[in-house]
C-alpha cells in the first residue's frame, strides 16, 4: 500500500481526490496472463439498443472511495462496489456485459489484484447488473454467489425471464454458492448479510455490510432494485407471487439500518448529487440514514399506482 501511496501522491490524484487511500496493502502486481483479452462477448441487437438508451451504463467513471473498505467501481450508471477486507476481496454486481474491462480497470487502478477478489455477488439475474459477471469471475477466478432463487435465471444468462422473456440474455453465469434470506457471508473481518427482497426478479437480495474508517463505523446498504418497469402484475404465471414478494420487499428495505445507501442504479437513492456535494465540502453527504427507507416508500408508490391500473383494466 505505501508504495501505491507514494506514487498516488506523486502523481497528484489524491489531489483531484479520486483516491483517498489505496485499499489492497503489499499485494502483488496483476498477472497479466491470466486477464488476457478474451473473445468479446457478441450483445444481441435488443441489448445494444438497451445500452444506447441508457448511454451512462457504460460511461466510464473513476474508482473512488465510498468509505472505509467501501470503493466505487462501476460504470456511471451501473452501481458496482468493491469491498476490500484482509483476506481478500468482494465485488457486487458487474454492469452490461461490456462493462467487465472497465470494472476491471478501475479495480486495478485502485492497486487492487483482480486475484484477491474472492466473491462476485449479484444483487439481481438481470443483464445490466449480471452482465460482466462470467467474464469477472473467469479473469478472477472469484467464485459468484447470488440470491437462491435467482440461481437459475443467471445460468441460462437471463433467458425465460418471467417479465423479459428472452429479450435480454447476457453471458450465463456459473453460480458457486446461493444464499437465502438473513445468511451471513465471512471473509476476514468482513460480514456481508444477505436480505431477500424479491419481486423485481425472484432471488433479488439486498446486501447489507458495516464499514469503518478512522473508528467511524457506518451501515452500508446495497438496496436491491424495487421498480417493476412494464411488469405484468396480476396473472402472471411464470411469477404468480409477484405482488406478495413486492410488498414484503418494501418493508424489508425501509426498516434496514442504513447509514449509506448504495443501489445497482445510483439514481435510485441519488448518489451523484450526494457525491456531488461531498467534493464541495460537505464530508457527510453520502450519509442518508432515511434513505433507505424513502427509496422503499417512493418505490412501494409507484407500484400501488402500477397495481391499481393493471387492475382496473388500464394500459
Ligand atoms: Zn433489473
Known amino acids: 500500500m505505501r508504495l501505491l501511496m507514494t506514487a498516488v501522491l506523486a502523481t497528484g490524484l489524491i489531489a483531484q481526490g479520486t483516491y483517498a487511500q489505496a485499499p489492497a496493502a503489499g499485494r502483488a ?9 478474451q473473445e468479446p462477448f457478441r450483445m444481441p441487437a435488443s441489448e445494444r439498443k438497451n445500452i444506447a438508451d441508457n448511454p451512462s451504463w457504460t460511461a466510464p467513471q473513476k474508482p473512488f472511495r465510498i468509505h472505509g473498505n467501501t470503493w466505487y467501481v462501476g460504470p456511471r450508471g451501473l452501481g458496482v462496489f468493491l469491498v476490500t477486507a484482509r483476506t481478500g476481496d468482494v465485488l457486487i454486481d458487474a454492469g452490461v456485459p461490456g462493462d467487465a474491462p472497465l470494472i476491471e480497470a478501475n479495480i486495478r487502478a485502485l492497486g487492487v489484484n ?13 443483464s445490466d447488473h449480471a452482465g460482466g ?29 418471467p417479465e423479459y422473456g428472452d429479450r435480454f440474455p447476457f453471458p450465463p453465469v456459473h453460480v458457486a454458492r446461493t444464499v437465502t434470506d438473513g445468511e451471513r457471508l465471512h471473509l476476514g473481518d468482513l460480514v456481508l448479510t444477505a436480505h431477500a427482497t424479491p419481486g423485481h426478479t425472484k432471488g433479488n437480495t439486498t446486501w ?16 436491491g432494485s424495487l421498480s417493476a418497469p412494464g411488469f405484468k402484475l396480476i396473472g402472471n404465471p411464470s411469477y404468480p407471487n409477484i405482488v406478495k414478494d413486492f410488498e414484503h420487499s418494501f418493508g424489508v428495505v425501509a426498516s434496514l439500518p442504513c447509514d449509506i445507501p448504495l443501489a445497482p442504479h445510483p439514481g435510485m437513492v441519488d448518489f451523484w448529487a450526494r457525491v ?16 433507505c427507507r424513502s427509496y422503499a416508500e417512493s418505490a412501494r ?11 382496473a383494466g388500464l394500459p
Not at 114 to 125: E, G, P, Q, R
Not at 208 to 223: F, I, P
Open 276 to 291: 456531488a456535494k461531498r467534493q464541495q465540502g460537505n464530508a457527510n453527504a453520502l450519509i442518508d440514514p432515511a434513505g
Open 301 to 311: 408508490k409507484r407500484f400501488e399506482a402500477q397495481l391499481a391500473k393493471q387492475r
Open 29 to 37: 502486481a496483476d498477472d497479466p496472463a491470466r486477464t488476457a483479452p
Open 133 to 161: 459477471m462470467a467474464r469477472l469471475a473467469h479473469d478472477t477466478g472469484a467464485k459468484v454467489i447470488a440470491g437462491a432463487a435467482d440461481a437459475p435465471l443467471l445460468e441460462r444468462g437471463g433467458e425465460d425471464d
Open 114 to 126: 483482480l486475484h484477491d477478489i474472492k466473491w462476485i455477488l449479484n444483487t439481481h439475474a438481470h
Open 208 to 223: 447489507t455490510w458495516v464499514s469503518c474508517e478512522n473508528k467511524r463505523c457506518l451501515h452500508l446498504v446495497d438496496v
